[in-house]
Structures are given as C-alpha cells and as structure tokens.
C-alpha cells in the first residue's frame, strides 16, 4: 500500500489509516483505482463498506465525529472516505471470510447507536478481478436498499 506522505488529499490519522478531506465521490473513485493495484499486487481480498447517516444527524462537525468513530474501528490497512454528506465508504483490506465481514459492519453500526448516531451500513465483497469502483457501486446498491427497508419497516439492516 501507499505511505501517507505519496496521499496529497488525505489526512494521516494513524500510520497508514486515512480519511479524506474531500467529501466528493471523485477523490474515493481515485483512492479505489489505486487500492485496486495494490489489491491485485498483494493477492488480498477486499470488501467495500457503505454508511449512510440518519437524516437527524445534521450539523457543521457531525460527519467530523462520525469520522472519528469510525476511524477508530479500522485498521491501519484499511481506508476511509466521506463521499456525500452524510455518507462515509470503507475499503476493508484484507477481508476475510463472510462472517467476519458481517461482525466488522455490526460493530460498525453498534459503535454508531451507542453513540446515538442512526446509520444504516451494506457492504460487498471484491469479485475476483473486479475493479474496486465496481465492488463500491454494489455495496452503494445495496446501501439504498437497506435505507428503503428501514425507512419502510420491512426488514433488518446490518
């Protein structure tokens, strides 16, 4: 993986753990370009995460802080990206089996309701040999299913 002094958009929060400053799509479509050579390189499997936030969790620092927590869950080999307002993305590398994924993504989503934070989380695995922005753009279908189901009340989101 790349050192933080070659990331010019990113933040150093802890040795190589990132968040970005931009909260435009277009600077996580570049990080995912690139994670997907490093990804390929390394031989790793990968999954990526999508939040959304609750439309109560409005404020000028409130993504700030939910940066924050969730930063703190990672590690130092995963990355974290604001895409939207409201709306965060994880690159989860190396990821490992289904359900350890699954445990990553609940605890993700408790870290957030204990800090009484309404979120809903989706998730998906990288296909061998698909590109990150693709394994993105599903866990993102995916996110917009979950926030339907719970605005809806059918069904459960991780």
């Known amino acids: ?13 802890s040795p190589d753990t990132t968040v970005s400053q931009d909260t435009s799509a277009s600077h996580w479509r570049d990080l995912l370009v ?3 050579v490093e990804v390929d390189r390394a031989g790793v499997h990968a999954a990526v995460v999508a939040v959304r936030l609750g439309s ?11 940066a924050g927590l969730l930063r703190r869950r990672l590690r130092t080999t995963d990355r974290l990206g604001a895409t939207a307002p409201r709306s965060f993305s994880m690159l989860l590398t190396p990821a490992s089996e289904l359900t350890n994924t699954v445990n990553v993504v609940r605890s993700f989503s408790a870290t957030l309701h204990a800090h009484r934070i309404s979120a809903v989380t989706a998730f998906a695995f990288r296909r061998p040999g698909e590109n990150l922005i693709d394994t993105w753009a599903r866990a993102e279908a995916e996110l917009d299913r979950a926030s339907y189901r719970a605005e809806h009340g059918g069904g459960i989101s991780l």
């Open 34 to 36: 690139q994670e997907t």
């Open 56 to 66: 109560e969790a409005q404020g000028p620092h409130e993504d700030e802080r939910v």
């Open 1 to 13: 993986m790349e050192t933080n002094a070659t990331r010019s958009t990113s933040t150093s929060v």
